[in-house]
């Protein structure tokens, strides 16, 4: 089921239900600290942390087993996910 469909008031802006509804994950505009100093204004996606691992792989992906997750959030509950920037704060 599309995400979407479920989302409950004022969860998503317009613009992102708009952009689930067409298949793609919400996005937002964060502020960022890259390794050399620079912060910097980028967009990062909502990605999906597979709680048992294997991605891909019956059942693994059954929506019990799926967790929602900012990058700089994934990172921290998936030792393989890395993120090459410190969140400082959402942009928008």
């Known amino acids: 089921m599309n995400r979407a469909v479920q989302a409950g008031p004022g969860e998503f802006t317009q613009r ?3 952009r689930m ?3 793609f994950a919400p996005e937002v505009q964060i502020r ?3 390794p050399d100093g620079t ?9 999906l942390h597979h709680n048992l ?12 087993d799926l ?9 921290q509950i998936d030792r393989f996910r890395h993120t090459e920037y410190e ?6």
Not at 53 to 64: A, K, Y
Not at 67 to 75: D, I, L, M, Y
């Open 87 to 92: 969140f400082l704060g959402f942009a928008e």
């Open 53 to 64: 691992g294997n991605r891909g792989v019956p059942p693994f992906d059954e929506t019990i």
């Open 67 to 75: 967790r929602e997750a900012w990058p700089w959030q994934h990172s």
């Open 21 to 23: 509804r067409a298949g």
């Open 16 to 18: 992102q239900v708009a």
């Open 32 to 34: 960022v600290r890259l």
């Open 39 to 47: 912060v910097e204004t980028r967009w990062a996606s909502k990605e």
